[in-house]
């Protein structure tokens, strides 16, 4: 994997997982509204854990770049 195809994955995966951090703040306070939040922590770990796998690609690649946008 080049560090642009990096740099662009880390992009989206923080874009997604702001828009989970979104949905969640703007949830409505419901019982029928747990399952959408079990579903979107589940899926927001998920993104978590692959941005730290392509940080850690990218420390390992290009640690000055890594430095500039960690």
Known sequence: MDIVKIL???ADTKA???????FLV???NHAD???????TIQYWNEYVEHLNY?????????PEI???IN
């Open 8 to 10: 662009a994955e880390i």
């Open 16 to 22: 997604q997982i702001l828009k989970m951090e979104n």
């Open 26 to 28: 703007n949830l409505p």
């Open 33 to 39: 509204a747990l399952s959408q939040v079990r579903v």
């Open 54 to 62: 392509l940080n850690d690609k990218l420390l390992n690649i290009a």
């Open 66 to 68: 890594y430095a500039v």
